[in-house]
């Protein structure tokens, strides 16, 4: 009879031990924290990242749009001939500005609007890098609605500078939304002190 009284005791004994550990469990919230933390923490870094890409891409777009503004700047300005290696120079100038670790290149053209053939006439058109210049034809087919209105025999000269982008969270490495993508740029700009910006070549550049 004593056995079955101390075993009874034990077990009764055994059974609130249980219910005060499974009690005492559910109430603990010691390393909430940490495990909180293992959550939340790749969706912060993933967050952080993708901001810090688009901000930088932002910010890499906005530096190519000024330096191709400072281009046009200086070749509306000029009052000598253009050739190559000033053109080489705009492309060394325009890689200066942006800090691009990727290949760049730019395309100069003066164009003037001849009312009687409805048209904006390419006078010159000259690239870098192997680049091919622009033809009246191929000018007017493919961005002639983005040419501002002109006055007949006006000229005017559009710059544009491409490069090419590669975000430092790229898709490629951190599988971020955020592919590589060219920034093209083409800005027309009217002349500054000359009616005409002449290339070296082309001697009649003024009788358009």
């Known amino acids: 009879m004593q056995i079955l009284e101390t075993l009874k005791f034990h077990c009764t004994q055994f059974g609130a031990d249980c219910r005060d550990q499974i ?25 952080y990242a993708g901001m810090f890409s688009f901000f930088n891409a932002y910010r890499a777009q906005n530096v190519n749009l000024r330096a191709a503004y400072t281009l046009s700047d200086l070749v509306t300005r000029k009052v000598d ?10 492309n060394t100038i325009y890689d200066f500005l942006i800090s691009a670790p990727h290949p760049t290149w730019i395309r100069v053209t003066e164009i003037s609007w001849s009312a009687d053939e409805d048209r904006f006439n390419v006078i010159w058109s000259q690239a870098t890098k192997g680049r091919t210049g622009w033809t009246t034809a191929s000018l007017n087919d493919e961005r002639g609605d983005e040419l501002p209105i002109l006055a007949d ?24 939304l955020m592919d590589p993508v060219n920034f093209d740029n083409f800005i027309v700009t009217s002349l500054r002190t000359v009616p005409a910006v002449c290339w070296i070549d082309d001697v009649n550049c003024h009788d358009f």
Request: zero cysteines.
């Open 81 to 90: 001939p253009m050739n190559v290696s000033y053109l080489n120079g705009l």
């Open 23 to 47: 009690r005492k469990f559910a109430h603990d919230t010691s390393g909430t924290i940490t495990v909180e933390a293992v959550l939340i923490l790749p969706i912060l870094i993933w967050a």
């Open 153 to 176: 025999k006006t000229h005017a000269i559009i710059v544009e500078a491409s490069t090419y982008y590669t975000p430092f969270f790229s898709s490629s490495r951190f599988n971020m």
